[in-house]
């Protein structure tokens, strides 16, 4: 017989069903004075280097309803391609965020710097991407997927990840599209035509 | 040997199904195309890191974390108890845990939660703690109360606490649900039933830990949790500030 391995198994997820903003963003909830205010409210703070943009959009069921309950996550890197933690990282950008939908248009709002182009672990780049984590009640297991930028064509090119989306007319899911001076419209798909690319790594 | 190589994927037959008829929102709500395999990059290998700073004296006692001391919530008194480790068996030490629950009547204190249970004055339903040193956490509560929901014809979810563990990178995030040995409703429900390895499922049924419980005070329930781990290696490419 060979040694044996101790390896456990990860925890399996269940879903975040549709009180998740009582754990996790309370004071939203209505949940008022248990914290002095909800965590990850803010991507950045004053002063953040590089370009400051605003991302909206909604999270879309079968249907093409849009959702109230889900909570999305981000994290990203400053404009100079550094996460939060790694050495020369911008210390007015906190990398993570977290956003409840708006209770009467269900839209989301993300206030954030652009970020830099990150190094792949073979020697190239990621293209600038936004990372996101969505729960939801119906869904078992949180989804991972990106935000990556219209308008930035060249990067997204040799990216690795968006090099392997196939059928490629889904790449558009992954791309934020520029609706304004600084403004970009991304929206999130579950389940349909339009579905979203999640990612499993 | 470092432990900065890539996550180990992850083992996505140890999880829930995406689709169950059994749980029917699965089947609007869940991704239809397959996920995009890939292996973890940067983005997923960093993740927030929050001090202890931000965690307030009460946050993990839901017993009066509401009233902020001044009175206590109804309910069965409890200490849930575990320690976070990854599946490599290390301790994560200081990550944020999150929880939210039902009260003791099995209602949430939620615009959107109508059942006919009442609301406890003195209960919000929400707590968090970091994990220690040794990637060990606690919470004072009290036992939530089953509450029925629509799915089936008398669908009732047993007693559950909702949890949220960060790790400490992005790719390690995970919400799930932890549950009390020896409720019978455990075995009928569509949720915990979307987990289809059995041994993994009892991953989520906390034990009744007496030793740990305290004599005319509260009983214990012991739950630990397993976040993904990285690949341990020295050959791979170590990214800059990993
Ligand atoms: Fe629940």
Known sequence: ???????LFETPSQTAGPYVQIGCTPNFAG????????????????????????????VYDKFDEPMFDPMIESWQADAAGRFPGQPDADPKVNGFCRFPLDVKTAEYTLKTVKPGRTPSRSGGFHAPHIALWIVARGNNIGLNTRIYFEDEQEHNKVDPVLHRVKPVKRLDTLLARKVGEHEYHFDIRLRGEQETVFLDM | ??????????????????????????????????????????????????????????????????????????????????????????????????????????????????????????????????????????????????????????????????????????????ITQMYFEGDPLIARCPI????????????????????????????????????????????ENRLEGL
């Not at chain 2, 991953?203 to 007496?210: G, S, T, Y």
């Open chain 2, 1 to 174: 040997m470092t432990n900065s190589g890539p996550l180990i994927p992850r083992n996505r037959g140890i999880h829930p199904v995406i689709h169950d008829p059994e749980m029917k929102t699965t089947m609007i709500l869940g991704p239809m195309e397959p996920l995009l395999s890939m292996e973890s990059t940067m983005t997923e290998e960093t993740g927030p890191r929050f001090g202890h700073g931000i965690i307030g004296q009460l946050d993990n006692n839901l017993i009066t974390n509401f009233t902020r001391g001044k009175s206590e919530a109804i309910g069965e008194r409890i200490r849930v108890h575990g320690r976070v480790v990854d599946e490599n068996n290390r301790a994560v030490p200081n990550t944020l845990v999150e929880i939210w629950q039902a009260n003791a009547g099995g209602r949430y204190r939620h615009a959107t939660d109508h059942y006919l249970a009442p609301l406890d004055l003195n209960f919000g339903g929400c707590g968090r703690t970091m994990t220690d040193q040794d990637g060990f956490y606690e919470f004072l509560t009290i036992k939530p109360g089953a509450y029925p929901w629509p799915n089936r014809d008398n669908e009732w979810r047993p007693m559950h606490i909702h949890f949220s563990i960060f790790g400490h990178s992005f790719g390690q995030r995970l």
């Open chain 2, 192 to 235: 915990v039933g979307t987990i289809k390895d059995r041994a993994q499922a009892n991953q989520l049924v906390a034990a009744l830990d007496i030793k740990n419980s305290r004599p005319m005070d509260y009983l214990a329930y012991k739950f630990d949790i397993v976040l993904r781990g990285r690949r341990q290696t020295m050959f």
């Open chain 1, 31 to 58: 949940i008022n004075g248990v914290y002095p205010e909800d965590f990850g409210l803010r991507a950045i703070e004053d002063g953040a280097q590089g370009e400051i943009i605003t991302i909206r959009g909604r």
């Open chain 1, 1 to 7: 017989m060979a040694q044996s391995i101790v390896n």
